[in-house]
Nanobody
Framework: QVQLVESGGGLVQAGDSLRLSCAAS????????MGWFRQAPGKEREFEAA????????YYADSVKGRFTISRDNAKNTVYLQMNSLKPEDTAVYYC????????????????WGQGTQVTVSS
């Protein structure tokens, strides 16, 4: 079992940057791919980025490609989401999760969710 704790969210202005962190407990963290999702008020939780267990491949939603970068440090049991050129439409609660099976783009492929961290981008 893996427990996840997100941090790094906050209130920023459009064009600013933030780095989110997701700290994992559990000995098997380095064996799993990881993903970041976000959920805006009144909307479904949606995929943003994912990374394989060894950082060999990364995946991004079109809406964040070129602005967000996912990375991980298995020695620290932590996955990161560097968010640059933030826009008001990036405002949401951001969640990390463990990829289990299926498509990395599908929420159904993930288990063990964190509690989320709020990101608010003002215009």
């Amino acid at each position: 079992q893996v427990q996840l704790v997100e941090s790094g969210g906050g209130l920023v202005q459009a064009g600013d940057s933030l780095r989110l962190s997701c700290a994992a407990s559990g000995r098997t963290f380095s064996s799993y791919g990881m993903g970041w999702f976000r959920q805006a008020p009144g909307k479904e939780r949606e995929f943003e980025a994912a990374i394989t267990w060894n950082s060999g491949r990364t995946y991004y939603a079109d809406s964040v490609k070129g602005r967000f970068t996912i990375s991980r440090d298995n020695a620290k049991n932590t996955v990161y989401l560097q968010m640059n050129s933030l826009k008001p439409e990036d405002t949401a609660v951001y969640y990390c999760a463990v990829f289990i099976t299926g498509s990395v783009y599908s929420i159904g492929g993930y288990d063990y969710w964190g509690q989320g961290t709020q990101v608010t981008v003002s215009s």
